[in-house]
């Protein structure tokens, strides 16, 4: 698999604002799949990329695939106190590696 | 059944003791998959199984051997082990790589 590199590290959301979280590569991606991890839990699968400018949306959540397939972007509206976790991204080519992460807290 | 189980949860085991972890899934996924995941970090690729058979190996310690006796079963075999491999170690299975992998929920191992 390829590097890829989240930013930010930690991202501390008010409960309501909106956030992005990147993923960035400095090669062309085949896909990137995005994973949420809640605290002591373990990953689970969000959503998976495949084609250049791509965009998916599951309910507040909007994944995109950027036109170059170098770069992937999560957006979340109106965070909840339910979104807290780290998200990772993850190319996949063969096997699947994972982005750093970032760990997302939210303020009441 | 969508699950991918894992046991033990937890493990605590000396650095001369033999230990199993075991993962099982139920799913008729091809691919079965073992994770390493310090705290704070991500999940780091272990080993691949194909087919029942081992595919990827990423360079991991021989204290670590792995087993898939049946397309349902993958085992991680522990010997020897050093308080660095203190870690979850996590389990996940995948039809295609490309529709996502489903993880276990992890076994919590401590090696003192």
Not at chain 1, 46 to 73: C, D, P
Not at chain 2, 43 to 64: G, T
Not at chain 2, 93 to 106: D, N, W
Request: proline residues 5%; positive net charge.
């Amino acid at each position: 698999g390829q590097q890829v590199m989240q930013i930010p590290q930690y991202q501390h959301v008010q409960e309501g604002e909106d956030f992005t979280t990147y993923c960035n590569s400095s090669t062309t991606l085949s896909n990137i799949q995005w994973y949420k991890q809640r605290p002591g839990g373990h990953p689970v699968f969000l959503i998976q990329l495949v084609k250049s400018g791509e965009v998916k949306k599951q309910k507040r959540l909007t994944f995109q695939f950027g036109e170059a397939k170098k770069n992937s972007s999560l957006h979340i509206t109106a965070t909840q106190t339910t979104d807290v976790g780290t998200y990772f991204c993850a190319d996949y080519d063969y096997k699947l590696s994972f982005g750093a992460g970032t760990t997302v807290t939210v303020r009441a | 059944d969508t699950e991918v189980t894992q046991t033990p949860k937890h493990l605590v085991m000396g650095m001369t003791n033999k230990k199993s972890l075991k993962c099982e899934q139920h799913m008729g996924h091809r691919a079965m998959y073992w994770y390493k995941q310090k705290a704070k970090k991500p999940p780091e690729l272990m080993f691949v199984y194909s087919y029942e058979k081992l595919s990827i190996n990423e360079s991991v310690p021989s204290r670590f051997s792995p087993e898939c006796p049946n397309s349902s079963l993958l085992n991680l075999h522990l010997h020897a082990l050093q308080p660095e491999d203190s870690a979850l170690y996590l389990c996940a299975s995948s039809q295609e790589g490309l529709l996502g992998y489903t993880f276990g929920s992890g076994t919590r191992l401590t090696v003192v």
